[in-house]
T-cell receptor, first 109, second 114 residues
């Protein structure tokens, strides 16, 4: 069965303290892995798509990487405005998006 | 208006009411989706429309009825809901249905069933 597991469930960081979020997946035939950011009371905001192992993408303080079993979202020198829930989703051979439960990130000044 | 919009943003309804959620996308996309988001659970895909045809119905109870009159509009008609249906309902769109296309989400409708 296709599955996505995100860890940790919650992460508290001091401003400037870099860290990584993990997304582990087991799917048959990965078509794409997607990262989203969701603020309270809002819909998910698209961040990155990764298609194959070894691929990396960057946007400001965020960098997403992909291996055959997991993806990492690295946050370098985070700021309080980076506080949000980060969602990972995979698209398998069935074309459906399968979401993880997310990592709730809090960055304190 | 830009992106994906949803109305209403908040809805409180009794178990015997009938209401509809509306979604509109201004991105020129051809696929639209309804998701349910409950606390501590992953987003659950409910319905997928591609080129105005329903291509996915994820074993959703019949008290939820989708409608896609054109590629820009999507509705979710609600009737005789249960308290466990209280959740955030999200609409999304993508350039096409199928693999590799990122989905863009609206702000959601927070539904409370009393």
């Amino acid at each position: 069965e296709d599955q996505v597991t995100q860890s940790p469930e919650a992460l508290r960081l001091q401003e400037g303290e870099s860290s990584s979020l993990n997304c582990s997946y087991t799917v048959s035939g990965l078509r794409g892995l997607f990262w989203y950011r969701q603020d309270p009371g809002k819909g998910p905001e698209f961040l990155f798509t990764l298609y194959s192992a070894g691929e990396e993408k960057e946007k400001e303080r965020l960098k997403a990487t992909l291996t055959k079993k997991e993806s990492f979202l690295h946050i370098t020198a985070p700021k309080p405005e980076d506080s949000a829930t980060y969602l990972c989703a995979v698209q398998a051979s069935t074309d459906k998006l399968i979401f993880g439960t997310g990592t709730r990130l809090q960055v304190f000044p | 208006e830009t992106g994906v919009t949803q109305t209403p943003r908040h809805l409180v309804m009794g178990m015997t009411n009938k209401k509809s959620l509306k979604c509109e996308q201004h991105l020129g996309h051809n696929a639209m989706y309804w998701y349910k988001q409950s606390a501590k659970k992953p987003l659950e895909l409910m319905f997928v429309y591609s080129l105005e045809e329903r291509v996915e119905n994820n074993s959703v109870p019949s008290r939820f009825s989708p409608e896609c009159p054109n590629s820009s509009h999507l509705f979710l008609h609600l009737h005789t809901l249960q308290p466990e249906d209280s959740a955030l309902y999200l609409c999304a769109s993508s350039p096409l249905g199928g693999s590799g296309y990122e989905q863009y989400f609206g702000p959601g409708t927070r539904l409370t069933v009393t």
